[in-house]
Nanobody
Framework: QVQLVESGGGLVQPGGSLRLSCVAS????????MRWYRQAPGQEREWVAG????????TYADSVKGRFTISRDNARNTLNLQMNNLRFEDTAVYYC?????????WGQGTQVTVSS
């Protein structure tokens, strides 16, 4: 079965950096696009970034463009999100998403808290 396991969240000061990872299993990782989403308290889940199956194309929400970088290592079945210059409003649970054969799979999420 498809499994997505995120890690790398934590507490960071404004302006700091974190690197999230998502290890995937149960499907042919290197043949599917992948995405990161986030959900802040009391808000709807929002799309953050996406990457094509081979990493050739990446897209970002305007709110993170220039600060976040999505990448993937198909040899290690791993999706990454490098987050720099973090802001208070980046505080959220971050989720890895895999749209596989018409079904959206989600990880359990990893908490990112930006606080001074």
């Amino acid at each position: 079965q498809v499994q997505l396991v995120e890690s790398g969240g934590g507490l960071v000061q404004p302006g700091g950096s974190l690197r999230l990872s998502c290890v995937a299993s149960g499907f042919t990782f290197g043949t599917f696009a992948m995405r990161w989403y986030r959900q802040a308290p009391g808000q709807e889940r929002e799309w953050v970034a996406g990457i094509t199956y081979n990493g050739g194309t990446t897209t970002y929400a305007d709110s993170v463009k220039g600060r976040f970088t999505i990448s993937r290592d198909n040899a290690r079945n791993t999706l990454n999100l490098q987050m720099n210059n973090l802001r208070f409003e980046d505080t959220a649970v971050y989720y890895c998403n895999a749209p596989v054969r018409g079904i959206n799979y989600w990880g359990q999420g990893t908490q990112v808290t930006v606080s001074s």
